[in-house]
């Protein structure tokens, strides 16, 4: 990694994660903390606000304004392939968004990377899927943002209907499926649905609120903790 590269991770780093140990710098930049103590310094030589000091962490103050945003040829084409997948896998809203940010970017890079863009032979198609895939995703992203209960008939994989009323989580995309993450208020308890299985959706004007137990980061908890115990149970077994 080229030194002002390395310069510019640390200020990113600090910036978006706040309070971090040089120990925690150099593992995620694989260099020696010694290393890292003399690019602190030469960023706090340079006018770069680090606050903190050796052993203890580092931080910087969230106002500071980052130089202008440089890639390589692997961010470049990470970039890319991130943006195609959305565009393909996505709603119509969030392809048109990463086709801008795209362009945004190509208008800082220099010369040399500005073809990569184009010429990433990185794909992502999108042809061999229906509408029903990705049935809701806008209007869930939606309602995830401003906490709106979501209403509408489910088909489960037994060919089970009901009607259901959730508070809509996160979602997720697992390679052919979309999922909702909610709290169904009909069973109480955490669920997921596939977006091909739903229809009749309606986001309502009621909201919820985030209650201690029946958040996301409470999901992905319980996702965790089921999938440890999984794997306990498999290495027993």
Known sequence: MRRADRLFRIVQRLRRRGATTARQLAEA??????TVYRDIRD???SGVPIQGEAGVGYALDRSYELPPLMFDEEEIEALVLGAR??????DK?????????LQKIETVLPPKLKSRLAESALM????HLSERFRFGLEDFRRAIREHRKARF????KAQAGSERVVH??????WGHTWTLAAWCEMRSAFRNFRLDRIDGLQI?????????????ADFLALMAAEERAATRSGERA
């Open 124 to 127: 992502a198609p999108g042809f």
């Open 153 to 156: 008939h489910y088909v489960d």
């Open 168 to 173: 809509p989580l996160g979602l997720a995309y």
């Open 29 to 34: 930049l694989e260099v020696s903390e010694r």
């Open 85 to 90: 997948i959305v565009r393909a896998w996505a």
């Open 204 to 216: 309502l004007e009621d909201r919820f609120e985030d209650e201690p137990g029946r958040t996301l």
């Open 93 to 101: 809203k969030l392809a048109r968004a990463a086709e801008e940010a």
């Open 43 to 45: 960023l706090l030589l």
